[in-house]
Nanobody
């Protein structure tokens, strides 16, 4: 079992930055991949970025060059540094951890980009 808690969302102006954090507890040494997804109103949840336990990263085309995903040294945290934010980045952001073939999700944190 893995429990995930996200933090760091909020309201930011276009061009601004936010850093999201995801803290995992439970069977953290079984986590293979951690990722960030987002869901905007009326849209499907989509992958934003992911990082494996070997440090391999993957990004959605829409965030490449603006967002950076990383994991903490203790491997039980994941971060999403978001720069040059755009109004279209507005969504609820969810953290996901993959253990074997099972996905664990956090409760989500709202990110709103607006002037």
């Amino acid at each position: 079992q893995v429990q995930l808690v996200e933090s760091g969302g909020g309201l930011v102006q276009p061009g601004g930055s936010l850093r999201l954090s995801c803290a995992a507890s439970g069977s953290i040494f079984s986590i293979n991949v951690m990722g960030w997804y987002r869901q905007a109103p009326g849209k499907q949840r989509e992958l934003v970025a992911s990082v494996t336990n070997l440090g391999r990263t993957n990004y959605a085309d829409s965030v490449k060059g603006r967002f950076t995903i990383s994991r903490g040294n203790a491997k039980n945290t994941a971060y999403l540094q978001m720069n040059s934010l755009k109004p279209e980045d507005t969504a609820v952001y969810y953290c996901k951890a993959v253990v074997a073939s099972y996905d664990y999700w956090g409760q989500g944190t709202q990110v709103t980009v607006s002037s």
